[in-house]
Structure formats: C-alpha cells, structure tokens
C-alpha cells in the first residue's frame, strides 16, 4: 500500500495535574498519497490531537507515527521542524497570518525559511499559487484587508508553496460561512486533484465532509471506521447508511 | 540568508509602532540617547578645550619628574600644598635622551614652587622717595633719574613730598583720635604710637627736618610707617624655568605688559591676571570690573556686586589720598572740582562724590579717572623695572630671599581672564635654583673660591669624626677677635660677585641654564593624538639611558584638575545608566508580554518550519531595531543639538571656567565618540533586556498554533 501516513496503535495522553486525559486510544490509520481524507467527529472527539501527530507538532505516548516514511518519535526537535517545513502544510482555523506582513510576503515566507530558491524563483511560485487562489490581484493587501475566505485562500496558499507531500487542515471551515466553506473545500479539492497533494482535514461539518475520498470518524479517541462521505454525513446525521453509500 | 533577515527586519519594524509601550521604550531611548551624545559631545568639547588650557599654559603634552619623588606631580595644585618632588639633576642628560624621541618638539625645564613678596607701605615708598632726594641734594645719590634734576626742582620737589608725608600724619591723626572717642577700652590705644604722632605733627618737628633730614627720616620709618597697615605680603606661585624656551615652546604665551626676560638673563615676569587683581590699585581695579560687567549688559542699578565695588570706591579713598603729594593733592582738588562743578576743597569729599557713579556717568568717570588722575597716582604695587625681593622656605626650611627684576607681565591667549592659568608666575632658573635652595653655578664658584681662600678642604662624612675629632684633628675652633665686620671689605671679596647689579646684568649661557636642578620638564609633542606611543618611546629612552624619570600625561600632570572631567563623565555615565536601566526594565516586561500576546504567531512560525533560533533571532532585532530607530533619533537630535550650540557656543559663565573653556566661549563639536559609545550603549541594553524574553519565545511550542483553534 502506497501509504504516505502510517499510524500504528498509537495513544496519547495528556495530564491535567493528577488527571489523565486520554485523547487518543490505539489509533491505528494508512493515509494514501493524493487522499483528501476527513477526519471527522464531534469535539473533543481527537481529531486535532490526531493532526498535531500526523504534523509532527507533537508526539505519541505509545504506538508509531510515520510521515513520509520517518518514524516521528525517532526524530530530534531540529529534524522535526526541517520535516514540517519541507514535507508538511498546515492550514489552521484562525487562518494564523502573519498580521503584520502582507499578502505576498505570507505566502512567502516558508520559501524564505526553506532558503533553496532565487528571489525571482520564489517570486514566480508565489504569484502562480495566488492566481491558483485567485489573489494574485491582492498581493500588496494586509491580512486584516482581506475577508476570512481570502484569509483562509492565502492560507491555502502558504501551504502549498514550498510543495509539500501532505496537507494538514485543522476545520479549515470552521470560521467561515457555509458557502465560503464550501468554495474553501472545492479550491483544496481542485488542487489535490490538480497537484496530486495529500489533504488531511479536520472537520464536525458534514457538507464539508461530502467532498472527502474517505473519512476517517473518531469518537473518545478511537477509529470508528473509515468510511465514505455519504456513510460519514448519515453517521453525523443519526441516519442509517444506504447500502450502496457503504464503504467497502 | 540576507533575504530571511531582511524579512525578519520587515516584521520587526512592522512591530516598532504596533504597540503603545514600544514607543514608551523608544522615548527613553531617545531621551537617553540625547543626554549622553550631548552631555557627552559637551564633555569632550569640554576636555578637549581643558587640554588646550593644560597643555599650552603650563603642562606641555607629557612632563617629565623623578621617578624618587614623593608626591605625584600636580602642576595645578592638590590637596595640601604644592606635591614634594625630588629634584632633577642630570636635566642636560634627560633633555639628550629626550630630544632623540620622535615626535618630540621641545623640552622645558621646569621647577614649581611659591614664594612671597611683601610690598611696602606707602609712607615707606614716600620715606624712600625723600630720601632718594636728600641724597640727590647732597649729590650722594646713583639714581639716574635724579642725576640731571637742578637743586630748585630738587627743593620743590622735596617741599612737595614732606607736604605729602604731613598729609598721610594728618590722616593717621584722624583716625587715632576716632579710635580714642570709639574705643571703650582704652587700654587697646598704644600710648608711645600717640605720643609719636604728636611730635610728627608739631610744626617744629617739621621745622628741624632739615637740619638732620636722616635722624627725622628715621624716625619715621621705625615709628610711623609701622601704623599704616597697607603693608601686604602677596603670595606668588611660579615656575622658575628657561625663560626663552618656555615662550618658544607655549606659543599662547604673550607679553601684555613690560618686554620679555632677555635671552640668559635672570628675570620674573608677573601673570597679568596677578598683576591687575593683586598688584594694582584696588579703586582701579573696582573701576575696571564695573566697565567689563557693564560691558556684559549689567547695570550698577541692579546689581549688588556692581553697588558693592561702587560703595567701596566711595568709602575707601584712603588709598588715593595717601598717595598724593602736596602738588598732587592740590593739582587732583582743582581737576575734580572743575570735573564736578564743585567748591568743595576737601580731596576726600571730592574723591567720595566722584566715584559715587550710576549707570550713566560711570563711563565719563571712568575715562576721566585713567585720563586726569591715574598718571598722578601709582596704579600697581610692583612697578615694571623694580627689583623684587622674593621670599621662599627653601627645601632645608630656612627662608631665603632673591632679587631679581621684574621685566613685564604674560597671559596665555585666551585665558587672560582665567585665574587657574594666571596664578602662576614665571622666574628663570638661576633665581630658582637660588630660591629653592639649590647650588647654582654661581654659588658653586662662591663656594670653591672660599675653600681657596681659607684653605678649606673636602671631607667625607664617613671621615667625618675622625678628621674633626681624631688625634690628627688639630684645632678645631678658631681664634675670635673682637671689633666691627667691615661689610665693605667683606663684600669686596668673593661675596662680591654675588652683587645685584652683577647678578642682574649677568647673561647665562644654555649650558648654564640648562646644568643643575630642576624639579620636572614640559615635553611638547609635534603631533599629540600619538600621546600614548611618543610616552612609552619616551619612558624606553630615559630607562636605557638608566635616568629613572616618571614620563605622565598633561592630564596626569594636572592633578586634580585633571580628574574633573573624568567625575563629570562617571557622573554621566551613571545618569545615562539610570536612564537606561529603566529602559532595560521596561523592555524586558513589554517584550514578554509581547511574547505571551504573540503565542500564537510564534507557534504558527513554528509549526510550518522556523528553526527556534530563528525565533530568537526575530525577537531580539525586534528590540534592537526598536533601539536602532529611536537610539538612532536620538543620536541625530543629539549631534544636531551639539552642533547648534557650537555655532553659538557658549559663553563662560565665569573666570574660573575661561579655563575649561579655553577661552570666553567654548564651542562644541560633534565628535565621534559620544555616538559610538550611545550605539553600543543602546545594542547592549535592547540585547540584554530582550534576552529572557527570546529565549522565552524559543521555548513556545508549534502546538499553541493548533490550540488557539480550539
């Protein structure tokens, strides 16, 4: 299986003085390259514990997390940061721009970090990646200049610049209006068919879950399944899954 | 690389003005900022002006002393008197040694000591004056001026004198009787002082006076000019050096009065600043100060130091009056009567009218006192030309007095008015030597021809005892005989060539002046910004040529007055700190709140791949630009502020700071080492104080990106 994610059994807890919360329960998921895979659940469900993983922002209390074939556990902090940067996305809910940069130098701004391209290089992926999201107009425009569905394109944008094997979205819906949502999943959708990039999205939304390949649904910390969009929204919508809409 | 901090410098400077307590820090970094480049920019003006002072009135650029002394030199005075140094001996040596340097333009042989001159009184200057006539009269007299006088010139002039001596009686009296009235006890009147003033005033005294002009003569001076207290011993402060070098070598010294010392001779010339407060005529002098102030825009009727000199001028006329003789008196009664349209005929009352001057007659007044009265009247003490006698405790303690003449007075251009470099007087060397108690070539030629002539012969102490005690010894104490020492014959003999007239006329060659001791040396340099390296070369070559010679700086050499700037600057530097240590305190708070509010942002960077010293780094240029731009301002306003106030200068708010300032006004330049010094002061401060907060910010996990979403 050509699996670009590879999780194995894994827990996760977290300690709340004397408390232990365990988000995550012997989790174990195969993410395929080119999936735009869901992550859906209610809250508190580990959706984003599940993602903070897979981002390698954080690690596993017990069980194996791979990315791009690292094993993350076995990385050092500077390896880690160098995987992310390289390998990693991460499109967030609060859209998390940097306010005081605009348009342009955002999206920039990992390239700058990466330090292999040439200005003019840089330049002309960056322009292209804000046509593909349609603000190649706005490049001079400061993020509070912009509406969160421009937001979040930028976002979208800063992304994919440095041309990551996987993105990683955390409710990327979650602070935008419905039809804004939708145009946000259908411009993650079109770019994951387009360029071939793992999408892995959180998500509670069922109308955002219809445009998965898979949804993976979590509750207290565990797989329930994975499952296509159809079962998913049913699921989420206390309804019984049609046979056809069944996951093999 | 260039690209990444070029963005971390745009975020940084995006941040500068993102939040109220940034600009807080940045105000008290422009306020510090300009503090210290102008009170520091002033200081180095200030140094620089004082160096000018040091080095061209007395110090040179480095001086030189025996490295034996006990004292460090202080050539402006310390605490406790003048530093004990111990003497130079081999100056010709340490002059060859010295002059090889490179660098070097002149050595001065110096020796820095005080001594007294006591001025007479004025009864004992007309006494003189009298006698000098007498002795004309009789044709005993070697006085030049007196030679070619006719005998009724001569008569009326002695008139004119006795009518003088008779009026400063006639004062004493006056004053004698208001004590008796005043005095409660009486006890305190000296009778045989009353009963002397009674016989000098009794018309047959006079009337006898010329049977035996001497006897009376006499008797005024033992009994009379003791009771006129205008006597004063003036302390003087001198350097006994080689005249000629010192004027060549201080290019800012001139002749304001008199003529210089000529090349090799033995002189003294007087500090004018000296000469004018201490020498002169004390109306005079209170006359010359209110013309300068009012000069300055002051006003006699505002201001209470002028009212003072105007109320003393009024009260003490007594100076005046004692001076004049008969024809004088009569001569000064007519001027001021006409001058002031008076019928007054009491030169007291007509003196106390005159100089009770306001605003607007002081200039007439003043014009008329120098024009009509002064050429009547001795203005200064010490006349140029006189012979002095100075008094000094030499280094064994006993005193030991010096004639020599007095040839002009100096100041140093610029500090005319400067009482730190118009105190100090300049003697050659020989008279040093001889004040100071050391053996000049004159006195060592005295001294081998008395052992000639008595057939003395050297003994070493450690013979000592032996010699003078031993069985060999013979016999020790001479024959007295009784009868008069012949001073004539005494004085014909070796003690002759020690006579003022010889010793005044006598010229020195170089290697005279330059063999014997001196106490330190004025090295000038050609070009003083290698001050530190021709210093080393210099203590290189006295120690090779095994002379143990101190070589020190002109601030150094100073003394104290050398140290002043250096408090200033601590002080400055202290009130900057404050300054700045606030700053620190309140960078460091805003920067971690700073890092706490941007959690999410730091994450965030984090999270899609900034290394953690990327981070570090992005918050400490955060502050440093902070400080950049606002230390930055603050430089700029700072040099611009010392730039505007040296186009004016500013004007020395006294005497005493004609000396720091080098002039009656010092001009600031900007200089380079305030700024520099404010630049580092300010990466130092913003680095320090962001540090916590950096390394804080390196510890924010990429997780608080995810956690704010939910």
Not at chain 1, 6 to 24: C, M, N, P, Y
Not at chain 2, 484 to 513: A, F
Request: hydrophobic letters at 45%; charged letters at 25%.
């Amino acid at each position: 299986m050509d699996a670009i994610v590879s999780i194995r059994d894994v827990t996760k807890d977290f300690h709340l003085g004397e408390t232990v919360v365990q988000a995550l329960r012997g989790v174990t998921l195969d993410v395929r390259k080119g999936d735009f895979l869901s992550i859906a659940g209610p809250s508190g469900s580990g959706k984003t514990t599940l993602l903070n993983l897979i981002g390698c922002v954080d690690t596993a209390t017990t069980g194996v997390v791979q990315v791009a074939g690292h094993d993350t556990a076995k990385l050092k902090e500077r390896e880690l940061t160098n995987l992310r940067l390289n390998t990693i996305g991460f499109i967030f809910q609060s859209f998390n721009l940097v306010s005081v940069l605009n348009v342009f130098q955002n999206v920039e701004f990992p390239l700058l970090l990466q330090n292999k391209l040439s200005a003019a290089d840089r330049k002309q992926r960056v322009v292209s990646l804000l046509e593909q999201v349609g603000l190649h107009t706005h490049q001079k425009h400061r993020p509070n200049e912009l509406s969160g569905g421009q937001r979040q394109r930028v976002a979208i944008a800063r992304a994919l610049v440095t041309e990551p094997l996987i993105v990683l979205a955390d409710e990327p819906t979650a602070n935008l209006d419905s039809a804004t949502g939708e145009a946000i999943i259908d411009l993650m959708k079109s770019l994951n068919q387009t360029r071939g990039t793992t999408f892995i999205f959180s998500t509670h939304d069922h109308k955002v879950m219809r445009h998965a390949n898979a949804v993976v649904r979590l509750a207290d910390g565990k797989v329930l399944g994975r499952e296509t969009p159809e079962e998913a929204v049913a699921h989420a919508m206390g309804q019984e899954v049609p046979r056809e809409a069944r996951a093999p | 690389m260039i690209d990444r901090l070029a963005l971390l410098f745009r975020i940084a400077a995006r941040n500068l003005l993102a939040s109220p307590i940034n600009l807080l820090i940045g105000g008290l970094l422009f306020v510090g900022t300009i503090v210290f480049v102008v009170i520091g920019g002033l200081l180095d003006s200030l140094n620089t002006s004082m160096a000018r002072s040091v080095v061209g009135s007395l110090a040179g650029h480095v001086q030189l002393y025996s490295a034996r002394s006990k004292d460090e030199l202080a050539l402006f005075g310390q605490m406790g008197g003048d530093p004990d140094l111990a003497a130079l001996t081999e100056f010709p040596r340490i002059k060859e040694a010295v002059e090889q340097v490179p660098n070097v333009k002149a050595v001065v042989p110096m020796g820095l000591s005080g001594a007294v001159i006591t001025s007479g009184n004025i009864v004992d200057r007309s006494l003189e004056v009298l006698r000098g006539l007498y002795r004309a009269k009789k044709g005993e007299s070697s006085d030049v001026r007196l030679k070619d006088v006719p005998p009724d010139e001569l008569d009326r002039r002695i008139v004119s004198e006795k009518a003088h001596v008779r009026q400063i009686i006639e004062v004493l009296r006056g004053d004698a009787d208001k004590a008796a009235k005043d005095l409660l006890d009486q006890r305190s009147v000296d009778p045989e002082q009353v009963a002397a003033l009674a016989k000098v005033s009794s018309a047959a005294f006079w009337d006898d006076f010329d049977a035996d002009p001497y006897g009376a003569l006499e008797f005024l001076e033992n009994r009379i000019a003791p009771q006129v207290t205008d006597t004063s011993l003036i302390f003087l402060r001198y350097v006994g050096t080689d005249l000629d070098a010192f004027q060549q070598s201080f290019d800012r010294m001139r002749i304001i009065k008199g003529t210089p010392v000529p090349k090799g001779h033995r002189g003294f010339l007087i500090a004018d600043l000296l000469y004018e407060e201490q020498m002169k005529l004390r109306t005079a002098r209170r006359l010359d100060k209110i013309r300068d102030a009012l000069a300055l825009g002051r006003t006699i009727a505002t201001d209470d130091e002028l009212k003072r000199y105007v109320r003393e001028n009024r009260t003490q006329t007594r100076e005046i009056v004692l001076q004049l003789d008969g024809l004088k008196t009569q001569e000064a009664v007519r001027q001021l009567q006409a001058f002031l349209d008076s019928r007054e005929d009491d030169l007291d009352a007509l003196l106390t009218r005159f100089f009770d001057v306001t605003d607007e007659t002081f200039a007439a007044r003043y014009a008329f006192f120098y024009e009509r009265l002064a050429p009547t009247l001795e203005l200064y003490r010490v006349r140029l030309g006189d012979t002095l006698t100075i008094k000094a405790f030499t280094r064994s303690g006993y005193i030991q007095d010096v004639n020599v003449k007095v040839y002009g007075t100096f100041a140093f251009t610029g500090l005319e008015k400067s009482p730190l470099a118009g105190n100090t007087n300049l003697m050659d060397l020989m008279s040093f030597r001889d004040l100071y108690g050391y053996l000049t070539s004159d006195k060592a030629a005295e001294l081998k021809e008395l052992q000639r002539e008595r057939g003395a012969k050297s003994v070493a102490r450690e013979d000592a005892e032996a010699e003078l005690f031993g069985e060999d010894s013979g016999q020790v104490v001479a024959e007295a005989t009784a009868g008069v020492i012949d001073v004539d014959k005494e004085l014909s003999g070796t003690g002759r060539l020690l006579h003022q007239e010889d010793l005044v006329r006598r010229v020195y060659t170089q290697q005279e002046i330059d063999s014997g001791v001196v106490l330190n040396a004025a090295v000038m340099l050609e070009d003083p910004r290698r001050l530190d390296e021709t210093m080393q070369a210099l203590s290189a070559a006295l120690a090779s040529a095994g002379l143990e010679v101190r070589v020190v700086s002109w601030q150094k050499a100073s003394g104290l007055l050398g140290q002043i700037i250096a408090v200033f600057r601590v002080l400055l530097f202290v009130g900057v700190a404050i300054i700045f240590f606030i700053a620190m305190v309140i960078i460091n708070n805003a920067m971690m709140m700073a890092t706490i509010q941007r959690t999410q942002l730091i994450g965030t960077i984090r999270a899609i791949g900034a290394q953690r010293t990327l981070v570090l780094a992005m918050v400490l240029l955060e502050s440093v630009v902070l400080g950049l731009v606002f230390g930055g301002l603050g430089m700029a306003s700072g040099a611009a502020i010392v730039a505007g106030i040296g186009l004016k200068g500013i004007a020395a708010p006294n005497d005493v700071m004609y000396f720091f300032f080098s002039g009656p006004r010092l001009a600031p330049v900007v200089t380079g080492g305030p700024l520099v010094i404010a630049l580092v002061i300010i990466l130092f401060v913003t680095t320090v104080s962001t540090l916590f907060p950096a390394l804080l910010a390196t510890r924010i996990s990429p997780l608080r990106a995810m956690q704010a979403d939910e």
